[in-house]
Structure formats: structure tokens, C-alpha cells
């Protein structure tokens, strides 16, 4: 058996992955990261719109403030976020974004020269930093710039299939050398998850392919709870027929959203924002004008830009242009875009406290997979790439320091013992007849999902879909694999990847069932008021044989007293 | 005639088998609006769950899923299913780089020589909390070569690595400039000597198939053009130069 140590152990090449190891190379420990794609290839990279900071470089009458950021994200979270978190965040924004820039993101500039800033979705200030559409891209190549001068080393192509636990600790990982076929052990004094979102639970989702959501899954699995996981963020305009992102920054430039009637219909839904209202209040905006018959054929709105004029669109909004060329064969300068809305973003994750900290020693995570939370019910546009860089940061030298503490020696017989199990319980997959293809199982979920703990919600619906989830749990027990060998096995890995993604599906169900009222994202149609009362509190979801056990904590409450959140 | 069903001729090759090369025929049923991404990942699916190739964003970003289809290299993800339906569709690795698997290339190379232009800012000295200013003007010079996804499509366009296989290459060069040209990088003429060899820009037989072939619509050999230039005035300032304290030495 081989075994590989290092100090601490980055699963996820993404945005909070690489911040959170460069903050560990720097201060002088050995890390690595392992990501199942090339860093390059991870989904921070899709990314458009912008970065929040209150940098107030746009001029007006009052400065931004981070006190102004921090209203804005908590309202912004139907008061769910915990605003201890929130305070961090806006607090150390201008920090990590004015670090980025000077490690050369390309942002766009103002007149004189500064970052410029943009609106976006319930925010009272123009306070989006962006390098046009493709702030995602130039994070994400600037940071792979930082860790290749850093000369950290990256486990390319590896899957994390297992956390390693022992006496109450987590001391590393199975890792999974896809292409040589070996499952490795790897020990670290500290593991730290960033491996992003989930979105593929969903038929349709702006996500990549990728977005499988395992490190939820492994910290999950290790009995770490996952907290609000109910609260699904559901992007307003995503491009019809792939459900490609088109970013806020379309409707942030002044894009208008009409349906099949001609009308601009926010004025229903947000009267005063209109189309730059929160995600949840236009994408259910969008969805209730499709649902009454006033979209177009097939389910989707009008994104118009066509008012911009050419000279706009091209400058700020190149990328979406271009996608819309090459995927729906629409020129924005000429017509309007085809949207509708589709998964986006988890604002729930594994549960941390405000520096990545786990329930389990030895465990931390960042991103979009944590939930830290400073997003709540609802996030906003602009707040998960700044999310990535201060948490990933925090997160990062926590586990540093923690490492620090750990001894240099460790037992290699615990590794080799969970090794030889590891093993046996996989030739048990490898020993089953396959009654029923994955696909088959994966395709009802994402169907199920979509229709039944989607936008709206209802108690029979969810009732019907925890029953759904229950029985394709049991059905993934009669699915084969017919490669045997361990290289490249990609029906071995689609199907770890959907037994996580179906214990995800439930966790999200059972919470979603279990809140009996509506508070950002998550809307029921039998209980379509916030509840302050029973409900301004996080829902944690513990792994049992029997499924998910729900319990709920206070809300961290500091200076922002739960208000009414009107736009 | 356009055919109901969408016929790939795939090149495979997997190092265990015997023969470890072959061409495997594969039918999809078309969607509307369906990639080859999508058939690809159908066929994985459904069909031969062996079968190999990279993916990711499905959205021409992420820059996984370069491949040669009908001798063309593109995007599987931004190739469009309905203009594959006139004749069977031959699909096979991104040229130029080892295959390991399938459609699976090993671009270890391609990210050695990314190593070797030392990517990343060397930033001139400047207060922590202040962004560095730049004009527009500067940025949209700089704009067009940040596009870069580093898919190795250029990689596998490239006359010049016939010559020289520890050229550069095209995605390096155009990234070296986004640093040249960047004011907040302290490196000039570090970046210029590095470059000012066979190895570097004089190595490029200025034919323009990187910018052909770029997804993102990447202009290498322009970035290339221009450093030449650069170097030429620099030689061109220091022979002056030279030449003036020699006369000078001698009146």
C-alpha cells in the first residue's frame, strides 16, 4: 500500500480551494491540492458577473461602506445569514480584492483609472468589481498563476472518495488516482473541502458537469451535518435550452426582462428594483409568468439588451454575447435572449463556524460547499466569488495553524486497517449484477428535483419526493458496474458520485419538508410567509441508517434586527 | 441528405487492449440544440461506459474538451450537433500531444512551458491597501490575450513544433505579453530577453493557424508581431547608443 503525507490536504482546485492553499504555502507549511479536474477546468472559472466590495469608486452622494454591504447581504438573506459571518465578510472585502488586483486581475476600470464597480441585484450601491463577464475566468487564472509560482503541488485527476476518520479525527483521505487506477491513502494533519456546489442534482442548472457536490457528501458521510441545505438558489436567467448562465451583470447594465405579452413584468414582483431585484424574488418572478401562461413556447422569457446598443454590450458583456452565439444562435446586439431560471448556487454546505472549522477536528472547508453562513436563504449576485477569497483565507490559515500543532509522526497500521476495508467494501460494488444503468437512476432524480423541490414548493410534492429519493436509494443497490478494472473507471466514479448526490437530494428534501414557512429561495406554496417566530433558525441535518435527523440552532443576530424585506 | 441519426467514428485507444488503436462506431439520436459534448457524454452512458474524454463547464470556458473533429480542432461543447448530420462525424485526440486514453491527451508539456514564462505578475511596489490605476486604454490592449482558456487547441494547430519542439508555443507567447504589456508588471526587459530567441517569438512562422483555430478568439500571433518589435527597437536603441559614446570616445 502506498501512502502519501503532507501537512494539509486542499480537496477542490477551485477559487476557495487555491486561496486557501497559497494562504498555507505562505505561511511556509506543505500542502497540496487534489482536484478531479485540472484546477483550470473548475467551475469558479464560469463565473461572470463580479466580486463585491464597497470600494465606493463609483462617485455618488454617500460613501459605501461595509456596514452598507453587510445590510444589503443580510436583507439580501431574508435575515438568515448569521451576522457575526457577514460582518467578516464585508469587513475583509476591499483586502481580498484589492490582493487580487494586485496579483493582476484584469478588472475593468473607471475613468480614472480605479476598479470599476457595477449594480447588482439587491444591492443599494454600485459595488460589483469586474473584469467584464469573465470575472470567474480571471480569478481562477490569476490564483492557478499564484500556486504555479508557488510550486504547490497538485494531485491532477484524483478523486477524494473517503474521509479517514479515527478517534474523533479526521487524519486524511482515500484518493483516487483515476488514470493509474490506484486508490491511495493520503494522511494529512488537516483536510480542507472546497469542491463547490451540487448542482447536477438538478435537470436544469447552470453548473458544470462536475458539480456532483461530494465534498458535502464526504463531510456528510463522516457524520459532519450539513446546514440549510433546503435554501437552493435559483438564477433567474439561464440560457434556454442549455441552462447556460447569463449573468446579473446583463440586468445590472440595464437589461430588460419582458414576457410573451411584451410587458415588463417586475414591475409585479419588484416594483421598485424591477429586474434588479434578489435572485429568488425574479426567478420566481420569471417562473409565475411561465407558469400563468405568459412565456414563450417551450418556458421562457425575454433578457432584451438590444438598448444597451452595440458599443455597451461589447465592452461589458462580450462573454454572454458570445454564448449566446454559439449556444441559442442569438446575437444580443440584434435580439433578445431566451431565459428562464435554473439551479444556480447552495447556500447551505457543511456546517463551519467563521474560520472553516468543522464538527470534526482536523476537517475545515470553504466555499460554495460551506456554509459558513453569510448567504442565509438567499445569496447575492457578486457575494459567492468574495466568499471564496475571504473564507478560503480564514479557512486556510486556520488549518494552518492547526496543522502546526499536530506531531509529525503517525500511525501508518490505521491507514493500511481502513485501507484493506476500503477495498473489500468496493469488490462488493464491483461483485453486484447490474439489474439497472446509473444514467437511468440519475436522470429520474434530476427530474424529480426540478419538479418537485424546485422553485415553488408544497407539502404533497415534497412528501412525494422524499418517497422518490427513498425508493432510487434502494434502486442504486441493484446498479452494476461492468468495468472492473480501476483505471479510468468512469462508471465507478458516476456511481460513488450519485450515491452522494442522492444523499444530498434527501438532506435537501427533509429540509425543505421540515420548514413549514417561505424565507428566500425557499418558497412554500402552503406557507408563503416568513415565520420569525418558530422559523429564524438553521436547519443542521445529521447522517443516520434511517436518513437525515434535523435539528435546528439561533440565528446569529448582531446589529441588523429581522426586518421587512421589501424591494 | 441529412441523416435522422448522428453517426461518430471515434478513434479509441486504450493501452491494455490488443490492438490498442481502433476506430469504433457510435449512433446518437439527436436533440434539438443538442453539442457533441452532450453525444459524447450520452454514449458514456449508454452505450460504453469506457469510453474517454475530458469535460467540465459544457459552456466553452473550462477548456477540457478539445478535440479534431472532421480534421477540425474545436470545443466538443461548442460544436453543434446539426451540423454533423450530413456524414458520419470522425472525432479524434487533440494532435500534437500524447494520448493516454481515448480522447484523453497528456498536456503535461503545454503546462511546463506555461511554467517556464514564469505566469504570474511580478508586481511593482505599491500600497497594500490601493488598487494599482490603469486606463481602459490599457486594459482592452491587455483584454484580448486574457481570454485564453489554455485548451492546447493552438498546441495542436502549430506548424512551428515541427521545427522545435521546446518552442514555446502560441498560448505562452500571448500570455507572456498580457505581462509585457501589463504597466504593473515590473518585468521588461526580462520578459523580452526571454522571448528574443528561436525558442521565443522568432520561432513562429508568423501563419496565423493559432488565431484560425482559437475558441476565444485569441490573437497570438499579433502578441507575437508585437514583441518582435519591441525587441528590434530595443537592439535598434542600444546599437545607437553604443555607437554615440564610440564616436564620442573617439572625437
Not at chain 1, 407 to 414: E, L, M, Y
Not at chain 2, 94 to 102: E, K, T, W
Request: charged fraction near 25%; hydrophobic fraction near 35%.
Amino acid at each position: 500500500m502506498e501512502l502519501i503525507s503532507h501537512d494539509i490536504l486542499v480537496i477542490g482546485g477551485g477559487l476557495a480551494g487555491l486561496r486557501a492553499a497559497i494562504e498555507a504555502k505562505k505561511a511556509g507549511r506543505d500542502v497540496a491540492i487534489l482536484s478531479k479536474v485540472h484546477p483550470l477546468r473548475s467551475h469558479s472559472v464560469a463565473a461572470q458577473g463580479g466580486v463585491n466590495a464597497p470600494l465606493g469608486n463609483v462617485p455618488a452622494h454617500v460613501k459605501d461602506s461595509w456596514e452598507n454591504h453587510a445590510f444589503d447581504t443580510i436583507k439580501g438573506s431574508d435575515y438568515l445569514a448569521d451576522q457575526d459571518a457577514v460582518e467578516i465578510l464585508c469587513q475583509e472585502s476591499i483586502d481580498r480584492v484589492i490582493e487580487m488586483e494586485h496579483w493582476g486581475t484584469l478588472f475593468s476600470r473607471m475613468e480614472d483609472g480605479k476598479i470599476a464597480q457595477r449594480p447588482f441585484g439587491g444591492s443599494g450601491f454600485p459595488r460589483t468589481c469586474y473584469a467584464a463577464d469573465r470575472t470567474g475566468h480571471n480569478l481562477l487564472h490569476v490564483l492557478y498563476e499564484q500556486v504555479t509560482g508557488l510550486r504547490i503541488p497538485v494531485y491532477e485527476e484524483w478523486y477524494a472518495l473517503s474521509l479517514i476518520v479515527d478517534e474523533g479525527r479526521c487524519i486524511g483521505i482515500f484518493g483516487f488516482h483515476f488514470f493509474e487506477g490506484k486508490i491511495i491513502p493520503i494522511h494529512a494533519k488537516a483536510v480542507l473541502l472546497a469542491t463547490g456546489g451540487y448542482g447536477r442534482i438538478y435537470l436544469r442548472s447552470t453548473n458544470a458537469v462536475i458539480n456532483t457536490g461530494s465534498g458535502c457528501y464526504l463531510a456528510y458521510q463522516a457524520g459532519v451535518p450539513l446546514e440549510d441545505m433546503e435554501f437552493v438558489q435559483f438564477h433567474p436567467t439561464s440560457l434556454y435550452g442549455t441552462n447556460i448562465l447569463i449573468t446579473e451583470a446583463a440586468r445590472g447594465e440595464g437589461g430588460y426582462l419582458f414576457n410573451a405579452k411584451g410587458e415588463r413584468f417586475m414591475e409585479r414582483y419588484a416594483p421598485n428594483l424591477l429586474e434588479l431585484g434578489p435572485r429568488d424574488i425574479v426567478a420566481r418572478g420569471i417562473q409565475t409568468e411561465i407558469d400563468q401562461g405568459y412565456g414563450f413556447e417551450g418556458g421562457y422569457v425575454y433578457l432584451d439588451l438590444r438598448h444597451l446598443g452595440k458599443e455597451k454590450i461589447m465592452d461589458r458583456l462580450p462573454g454572454i454575447r458570445q454564448i449566446a452565439i454559439d449556444f441559442a444562435g442569438v446575437d444580443p446586439i440584434l435580439e433578445p435572449i431566451p431565459v428562464q431560471p435554473a439551479q444556480h448556487y447552495s447556500m447551505g454546505g457543511i456546517a463551519t463556524n467563521l474560520d472553516g472549522e468543522t464538527s470534526l477536528p482536523g476537517l475545515f472547508a470553504a466555499g460554495e460547499c460551506a456554509c459558513v453562513s453569510v448567504h442565509g436563504a438567499n445569496r447575492l449576485g457578486g457575494n459567492s466569488l468574495l466568499e471564496t477569497l475571504v473564507f478560503g483565507v480564514r479557512a486556510g490559515r486556520k488549518a494552518t495553524q492547526k496543522a502546526e500543532k499536530e506531531k509529525q509522526s503517525f500511525d501508518k497500521g490505521i491507514f493500511q486497517k481502513r485501507w484493506e476495508e476500503f477495498q473489500s467494501d468496493l469488490e462488493e460494488v464491483f461483485e453486484r449484477k447490474e439489474e439497472e444503468p446509473c444514467f437511468r437512476l440519475r436522470d429520474e432524480m434530476r427530474a424529480l428535483m426540478t419538479s418537485q423541490a424546485g422553485i415553488f414548493r408544497k407539502e404533497s410534492d415534497l412528501r412525494t419526493a422524499k418517497e422518490r429519493v427513498k425508493e432510487l436509494k434502494e434502486r442504486l443497490k441493484k446498479v452494476g458496474i461492468k468495468q472492473k478494472s480501476l483505471a479510468f473507471n468512469h462508471e465507478l466514479v458516476k456511481f460513488l458520485e450519485l450515491e452522494g448526490m442522492l444523499q444530498l437530494a434527501e438532506v435537501i428534501v427533509e429540509g425543505a419538508f421540515g420548514r413549514k414557512e417561505s424565507r428566500g429561495s425557499h418558497f412554500r406554496l402552503d406557507y408563503p410567509d416568513r415565520d420569525d417566530k418558530h422559523w429564524l433558525r438553521h436547519t443542521l441535518a445529521f447522517k443516520t441508517v434511517d436518513g437525515p435527523r434535523l435539528e435546528y440552532k439561533d440565528v446569529t443576530i448582531t446589529k441588523f434586527p429581522p426586518g421587512k424585506r421589501t424591494y | 441528405m441529412k441523416s435522422k441519426v448522428l453517426t461518430l467514428r471515434i478513434k479509441r485507444f486504450q493501452k491494455e487492449k490488443d490492438p490498442p488503436q481502433w476506430i469504433e462506431t457510435f449512433h446518437v439520436e439527436p436533440k434539438k440544440g443538442m453539442n457533441l459534448l452532450e453525444a459524447l457524454l450520452r454514449i458514456q452512458d449508454e452505450q460504453d461506459g469506457t469510453l474517454s474524454f475530458r469535460y467540465s463547464c459544457r459552456g466553452a470556458v473550462c477548456g477540457s474538451c478539445a478535440m479534431r473533429v472532421n480534421g477540425k480542432l474545436v470545443l466538443a461543447c461548442r460544436t453543434h450537433v446539426e451540423d454533423l448530420m450530413d456524414k458520419p462525424t470522425f472525432i479524434e485526440p487533440l494532435p500534437y500531444f500524447p494520448v493516454i486514453r481515448d480522447l484523453i491527451v497528456d498536456m503535461s508539456i503545454f503546462f511546463d512551458h506555461y511554467q517556464k514564462i514564469e505566469p504570474y505578475l511580478h508586481g511593482k511596489p505599491v500600497s497594500h491597501h490601493l488598487e494599482y490605476t490603469m486606463k481602459e486604454d490599457e486594459r482592452k490592449e491587455i483584454d484580448p490575450y486574457i481570454q485564453c482558456i489554455l485548451c492546447g487547441i493552438c498546441f495542436g494547430a502549430c506548424p512551428a513544433f515541427i521545427r522545435d519542439s521546446q518552442f514555446l508555443g502560441p498560448a505562452m507567447l500571448a500570455k507572456a505579453y498580457r505581462f509585457f504589456a501589463d504597466s504593473r508588471d515590473c518585468r521588461v526587459k526580462e520578459i523580452l530577453d526571454g522571448l528574443d530567441d528561436q525558442k521565443g517569438v522568432w520561432g513562429c512562422n508568423t501563419v496565423f493557424q493559432c488565431v484560425k483555430v482559437c475558441p476565444k478568439e485569441v490573437p497570438p500571433t499579433h502578441a507575437i508581431v508585437k514583441v518582435r518589435g519591441k525587441i528590434l527597437r530595443h537592439r535598434l536603441t542600444s546599437l545607437i547608443s553604443r555607437f554615440w559614446s564610440l564616436s564620442h570616445r573617439v572625437g
